[in-house]
């Protein structure tokens, strides 16, 4: 098992009499596990996994717990009300993009409208490639005829960004105000960002119903998070001076919050503001699986009755998409305001506004007049659907291809996926948790091992451990593969400033593809097989990966590689002696997210056809068990803190021990 | 007359508890005894006072405790013990809103990192201070745009800070701390973030200022010839206290401890020193009376020609009373070996 190495690479020769301790608590870890699988045969059943009888009930005190809080507490009148408020404004801004048919009664705007107008704003924020992306991107998507399912999309992120963006930013001042709020937020934030996205999706149905409601709440849920902490980040980074000049002004506290502190934090504001519009495209395009409507679940309709054509069309879609909104809020984030010269006019000042407002209404009274400005009917469209499919088919059915496919899927399969997962399905319970434990201790010390030894205990006591071994074994498996294969791909380019720069637009830009989209490539490639799932999960933490080895190692200081090079080091000395050992802290964070990423996304694969929580999860969508759920879900958050919390410790270590903090 | 500002054993510890550590603490315990049990003394049983019209700057090294004693003036600090008054009233006791109150009619300041807002043009960075009180729109830009002029950025009030230069960016925090009229005006540091050629331009400038606005001022700085060149008295600060509090000349003349000395040894006496201070009872010369302003330097050929003992200086209340021109010499070519 590749846990151990990496962590045995931990334990130093000889040294201090902690070492001395470490070593021996280490080994008395290792070998425990060594010794308990060995025995195997031998044991008792209970002693190889917890027997049924000491399993909790969790998910029945879960849901009585929820069945007391949503009809005794009277919760669900308050989701009630909140959805009745949320569904009007849904309904209104769905209105207003694809006329749906019920109050209030808005036409659709022709898309030919929001294409101009989109452009104008695209070059307000960004120039002439800004306009080109954003106009471009709503052109293509009418012409592929995907307009409307496109608008049900947007018409959630429409709602759910301001709202999400709103409420995060109240809660981040909130914690930012008071540090014992702060305090209590850190671990409930942590939670939320490791929580499997159908673990958001239940509790949005059974409290606001199946559809575009649950999804916006679901959405609003999931892209919070960040917002709280950016906002937390940027309060706190304004400077002293700044804070005590608007005291000296005489600023009241609502004047300060207002007047200097919102405005100094813009920065991190957007920042936040741009990660809610980009979580908030990938989960809403997730919702398909509770019926939400839109480009996720045509995509996912496609992909289920392997339409490769159409299923790639709308990837393309949902890609561009993502690539216009993540570049338009970035670009607002470090537009800095112009000012004019003296008495230049009023027209001059709002020029693109005006133009806004004009190209509105020429593209309005077009649309009038030529229908196919208003609306690209089905036959009209340009999708080429299922030439592409027969394309797509014919080439994957070319001996050599097929056989490269073949062979590689067996490979894997054979060699790789099926003997790990056997081996780690064998293990006892006691022995993986005393393997994690150890890891945990060699990585970060005492705190991170005890966390390790209580939240994979609660994983076992939980009662899914097997299926949480395949989680956990997928996850690794393809976060290991993701190193193998991305880090000297990233040493390679980190030689460049010019590769490098273009490794990490290329990885920044597949960053802000939702999720949903990496199974696509995998899907072409494989089909629908076990392989398909890991080959998924590698591509999308391949991304992180490459991102943070380049940043880490182009992060070296200059004069430590030169002096490494006036020492008369060869490249590769170079590399292990001085690169790699002062890039490892922020390879970390990159693995890290990696590992964080990847159970994000063996969830997803659910679909696909596994056996892990994921699967179990998505079967508790179709009903109300809501307790169920939240034990799948928390097996996965509690396996996903304990390498967040270990990683981080060792990253934090490593940077004071390298003065890098 | 009553002190504009008056501290009386003024004590700022930062720690855990510092008001029970204070209570409980031994007098004469020394900055580095409180560092040993936890706390820093930032500012330790400091006594002044500043009248009105004067200027005094508060020079001293970094972490001396300068700019938390001045930030104890405007109670930006809460003080851990003694007092402060501002015009008679003890500023511990105001109340917030007495406090902005007091901001917002009496007080200016400006930092050495200008602490401008960055999403808002000159113009309404001066606006600030008058906008937060509710002043309304058309008087607070007429007043805006008033001090614009005053600090010489006419024709850029609709520039953003980060289209300044550094010097130009401090002019528009000096006009901020100026635009509600304030009695009293604190600077801390304003001109250290400069370049040397622009800081004495801005020097220049301040002091033109301070000609025809007659504030109250209390002004921060690490650099002695800064001091010397702009205070009506200077306070030397050292690890929290003040080790000596008088004017230029004196100070010069008479460094009250080691630590001054330090300063004042590779200073130019005769630059510093003026007429008046060293005039004595008794013989009124001869001839024509020079200025009590006038510093020793710039009478160096009137007290090398004229061979009189004692020459004739004009004080300020009408008099004229003698200086002795063998201890004006020694100053102006230093002590006969």
């Given at each position: 098992m590749t846990i151990v190495s990496d962590a045995n690479l931990a334990v130093p020769e000889g040294g201090t009499p902690a070492m001395a301790v470490r070593r021996k608590v280490l080994i008395g870890l290792f070998g425990f596990a060594a010794l308990l699988t060995v025995l195997r045969p031998w044991l008792p059943e209970a002693l190889i996994r917890l027997p049924e009888a000491m399993l909790l009930p969790w998910s029945d005190w879960l849901d009585v717990g929820f069945a007391w809080v949503q009809n005794d507490l009277g919760l669900i009148h308050v989701t009630r009300e909140i959805a009745s408020w949320l569904g009007f404004l849904i309904d209104a801004a769905a209105n207003v993009l694809?006329?749906?048919?019920?109050?209030?009664n808005f036409e659709a705007m022709p898309w030919s409208v929001v294409a101009g107008c989109l452009a104008v704003l695209g070059y307000w924020l960004g120039g002439w490639k800004l306009a080109l992306l954003a106009g471009g991107t709503m052109v293509w998507t009418a012409l592929m005829g995907q307009w409307k399912w496109a608008m049900e999309t947007m018409s959630v992120i429409v709602v759910a960004a301001p709202v999400g963006f709103a409420v995060g930013l109240l809660i981040g001042i909130l914690a930012w105000r008071s540090a014992r709020f702060e305090k209590a937020m850190r671990p409930v934030l942590l939670v939320l960002q490791t929580l499997p996205f159908y673990s958001y999706l239940l509790p949005a149905v059974i409290f606001f119903k199946v559809g575009p409601t649950a999804a916006s709440v679901a959405t609003i849920a999931y892209s919070m998070p960040p917002m709280i902490l950016m906002t937390i980040v940027g309060l706190k980074k304004v400077p002293p001076e700044v804070v005590e000049a608007g005291k000296m002004a005489g600023c009241s506290r609502w004047q300060m919050l207002r007047s200097v502190y919102i405005p100094s934090a813009r920065t991190e504001i957007l920042v936040g503001l741009n990660q809610v519009i980009m979580l908030a495209l990938a989960m809403v395009v997730l919702t398909a699986f509770i019926g939400m409507p839109g480009l996720g679940a045509k995509l996912l309709a496609m992909m289920n009755s392997f339409k490769l054509g159409r299923s790639f069309e709308i990837g393309v879609t949902i890609v561009l998409l993502a690539v216009t909104l993540d570049r338009l809020s970035k670009a607002w984030v470090v537009k800095q305001p112009e000012h004019f010269e003296k008495g230049t006019p009023w027209w001059q000042r709002h020029i693109l506004l005006l133009i806004g407002v004009a190209t509105f209404v020429v593209f309005m009274v077009l649309a009038q007049v030529i229908p196919i400005l208003n609306e690209i009917g089905r036959r009209q469209s340009l999708s080429m659907g299922s030439e592409i499919d027969v394309a797509i088919k014919g080439f994957l059915n070319l001996s050599w291809v097929k056989e490269t496919t073949g062979f590689i899927r067996w490979f894997f399969n054979l060699w790789i996926l099926i003997p790990t997962e056997r081996a780690l399905l064998y293990v006892p319970t006691a022995a993986v948790i005393a393997v994690v434990t150890g890891f945990c201790y060699a990585l970060g010390g005492r705190r991170p091992a005890l966390i390790g030894v209580l939240f994979f205990s609660i994983v076992a006591g939980f009662g899914w451990w097997d299926r949480a071994m395949i989680t956990l074994h997928s996850t690794l498996t393809a976060v290991i593969l993701a190193m193998v294969f991305g880090m000297p791909l990233a040493v390679w380019a980190a030689r460049r400033e010019t590769w490098s720069a273009r490794m990490i637009f290329v990885c920044d830009t597949a960053q802000t593809f939702p999720s949903f989209i990496y199974l696509l490539p995998a899907i072409m490639l494989f089909g629908i097989t076990p392989f398909t799932v890991i080959l998924s999960i590698l591509i999308y933490t391949m991304v992180p990966v490459i991102r943070y080895t380049i940043e880490g190692l182009r992060g070296v200081p200059p004069e430590l590689t030169e002096a490494a090079d006036m020492s008369g080091a060869t490249r590769w000395q170079k590399l292990w002696n001085v690169q790699l050992p002062l890039a490892m802290p922020t390879i970390a964070v990159g693995l890290n997210q990696a590992l964080i990423f990847a159970f994000f996304m063996v969830i997803i694969a659910a679909f696909i056809g596994t056996r892990d929580l994921g699967q179990e999860m998505q079967r508790t969508l179709a009903g109300t068990q809501l307790g169920k759920n939240f034990t799948l879900g928390f097996s996965v958050v509690f396996m996903a803190l304990t390498f967040d919390i270990a990683i981080n410790a060792w990253a934090e270590k490593r940077r004071r021990i390298l003065g890098l903090a | 007359m009553n002190p504009v500002i008056s501290a009386k054993n003024v004590w700022k510890l930062f720690g855990p508890d510092p008001e029970s550590y204070l209570k409980s603490m031994t007098a004469g315990h020394s900055f580095d005894d409180i560092r040993a049990d936890g706390y820093i003394a930032g500012v330790k049983d400091v006594s002044l006072d500043v009248s009105k019209g004067e200027m005094l700057v508060i020079m001293g090294l970094s972490g001396s405790g300068k700019s938390t004693l001045v930030r104890c003036f405007s109670r930006l600090h809460d003080i851990t013990g003694g007092k402060i008054e501002v015009d008679g009233q003890d500023i511990m006791g105001l109340k917030e809103v007495e406090l902005i109150e007091l901001r917002r009619s009496k007080m200016g300041m400006v930092f050495q990192s200008f602490g401008l807002l960055p999403h808002r043009t000159v113009l309404q960075n001066v606006a600030f201070p008058l906008e937060m009180r509710g002043q309304d729109k058309h008087s607070t830009r007429d007043r805006a745009m008033e001090v614009v002029k005053l600090v010489g950025l006419e024709g850029r009030e609709d520039y953003f800070p980060r289209e300044l230069s550094g010097g130009q960016q401090q002019r528009v925090g000096i006009a901020r701390s100026l635009a509600i009229e304030p009695d009293i005006w604190f600077l801390d540091e304003p001109f250290s973030a400069l370049d040397p050629l622009i800081r004495r331009e801005m020097q220049d400038e301040f002091l033109r200022l301070q000609a025809m606005l007659g504030k109250t001022i209390v002004f921060i700085t690490h650099d002695f010839d800064e001091a010397l060149r702009l205070a009506d008295r200077i306070a030397i600060m050292k690890d929290g206290a003040v080790e000596q509090i008088d004017t230029p000349d004196k100070i010069v003349l008479n460094p009250a401890t080691d630590y001054v000395a330090k300063f004042t040894e590779e200073v130019d006496k005769a630059r510093v020193v003026h007429a008046s201070v060293l005039v004595e009872d008794g013989s009124m010369g001869k001839g024509e009376p020079v200025a009590a302003d006038a510093t020793i330097l710039s009478l160096a050929r009137r007290l090398i020609n004229d061979a009189a003992d004692v020459i004739p200086v004009q004080m300020p209340d009408g008099n004229v009373k003698g200086m002795p021109r063998q201890a004006a010499l020694d100053i102006l070519l230093g002590e006969a070996k």
């Open positions: 694809y006329g749906k048919s019920r109050w209030p | -």
